[in-house]
């Protein structure tokens, strides 16, 4: 007997059907991965949830099928507009001193500053290492995978500031040190202040509104510019060569000669 849509689909031997709730893709562009997409398929509850990925050509083909199938159906239910690049909300800047990614515009100054203070900020991460590794005694590699072991700044630190309550270091040397690590600690909570925050356009600007959920002021707007930002990478300038002083204290302390 033929079985009815109300009796179920009918499931071929080796395949299993499940009920699908919601489902979000995900790209991979650039480091030899082809424009590979991963397909995420989530069910209801607490039921296990699927994952698949698909090759750029098995992406096509997908896409193809469904916009086929989706003209079969009698009437489409309302579906909003996505936002499939991830745009920005508000009216972008236009003309000169702009470059256009993922069909987005952006100042050009600005962009390029932010990609100066994402170096700058792995920079500072590895001499934070080296001078884990100074203070510690630990070989670099250990120190690299003990610095990484967590991904919150203030927990790096705070391990960093134990390590020298219990150091053979001079009491002028633990006290400069912390004070570096002050200053590392404010110019890191400027930067997230910045990154993640909630980014938008407004009169043309970059904009991002930053959360103190403990401050009597739970929210605070940003205007993003090439100066504020390299404001800051300045800062973590500073901050490497004060790091670069510190660990040059504690190499003279422990090798006077």
């Known amino acids: 007997m033929t079985k009815t849509f109300s009796d179920g689909m009918p499931t071929a031997e080796g395949t299993i059907r499940f009920h699908t709730t919601q489902f979000a893709v995900s790209s991979f562009m650039g480091n030899g991965t082809g424009g590979v997409v991963d397909l995420l398929l ?14 750029a050509e098995g992406t096509w083909q997908l896409a193809n099928a469904l916009v086929g199938a989706a003209g079969s159906i009698p009437k489409l ?18 003309g000169p001193g702009t470059q256009t990614y993922f069909d987005q515009t952006y100042d050009t100054a600005v962009i390029q500053a932010l990609g100066v203070l994402v170096i700058r900020v792995n920079l500072l991460d590895q001499k934070l290492i080296e001078l884990s590794a ?15 072991s ?16 219990v150091s053979e270091l001079t009491e002028d040397i633990i006290r400069q040190i912390k004070s570096v690590l002050d ?15 909630r980014w938008s356009y407004r009169s043309g600007k970059h904009r991002t509104v930053k959360y103190s959920p403990n401050s009597k002021v739970k929210e605070a707007e940003i205007t993003v510019t090439e100066k504020l930002v390299l404001n800051l990478v300045e800062d973590y300038g500073i901050a490497h060569m004060r790091l670069m002083s510190a660990i040059s204290s504690v190499a003279i302390h422990r090798n006077p000669s």
């Open 42 to 55: 989530f069910t209801p509850g607490d039921e296990t949830n699927y994952a698949t990925l698909l090759s």
């Open 77 to 94: 239910p309302p579906v909003a507009p996505a936002n499939v690049a991830g745009q920005m909300a508000g009216k972008p800047p236009k």
């Open 134 to 148: 100074a203070v510690s005694g630990l070989k670099l590699k250990q120190a690299h995978n003990q610095y990484y």
């Open 150 to 165: 967590t991904a919150n700044m203030k927990a790096k630190l705070d391990s960093l500031r134990s390590i020298l309550d």
């Open 183 to 197: 200053f590392v600690k404010k110019v890191s909570d400027r930067r997230n202040d910045l990154i993640h925050g």
